[in-house]
C-alpha cells in the first residue's frame, strides 16, 4: 500500500475506502433485541440491590416514605454544608439549592449532595442519574465529597436490559455503582478519583 504524505486526512481516505468496499448497496444488518427482561419488580429486588452496593463499599439505609426525613436528618447530622437540586421532592434543612450558577470550584466547598435518581438495577447494584430536577446537573454529583441518593422501591428494577428500557438515552445519564474509586496496577484502593467518595443510599420500601 502506498504511504500517505503528511499533508493527506487520513480520516477522510480511510472512510473513502471503507465506502468503496462496502459498495452501493450497504445496508445495516439488523441487531437482535431479544435481551432478558423481568418487566416487572419483585419482592427481593430491593434486598439484591442492597447487598451489591454494601459490596461496593456504599452505606445503605433501609427507610419508608413516613422515616425517610428522620433517617435523613440522622445521617446528615453534622454534614454541612450541603447542596440540592431544584426539583427535590423533600426539604433538606439548610441545605442550597443549586441555580446552575456555581463551578466546581465553589462546588467543592459543599460537604455533600442529596438527590433522588432515575432508576436502579438490583443485578448490578447500579444507581443511574438523568439529570431530572430531582437529580439535578451532573456536576452537583460529582464534585462534592458525600452523595445522599434516595431511591424509591418502584424505581428499583432486575436486570441491566430493564434499566435501559426506564431510561432516554439522549438525557445526560450518569451510572453509579458505588463510591467513585479506582486501583493502581498493585490493587491499592482510591477512593474519591472521579466523583464523591461516600455514597450513601437511601432504600425506601
Known sequence: MAEL???????????????????????APDVPRDYRRADVSAPGDLELLADRLLDYKATVVHTTAD???ADLAKALDGISPLIVP????????????DDGTLDAAALDG????VTGCAAAV???????????????????TLVPDRHY??????QVVQSVPDLLARLTPTRPLTLISGPSATSDIELDRVEGVHGPRTLVVFLVG
Open 86 to 97: 431544584p426539583g427535590l421532592s423533600f426539604a433538606v434543612p439548610g441545605a442550597t439549592v
Open 149 to 154: 441518593c434516595v431511591v424509591r422501591a418502584d
Open 122 to 140: 438490583a443485578e448490578t447494584g447500579t444507581i443511574a442519574l438523568d439529570g431530572s430536577p430531582d437529580q439535578g446537573r451532573r456536576a452537583i
Open 5 to 27: 504524505s503528511a499533508d493527506v486526512d487520513v480520516r477522510s481516505v480511510v472512510l473513502a475506502r471503507i465506502r468503496t468496499a462496502l459498495g452501493s448497496n450497504a445496508s
Open 67 to 69: 422515616g425517610l426525613a
Open 110 to 113: 459543599f460537604a455533600g449532595v
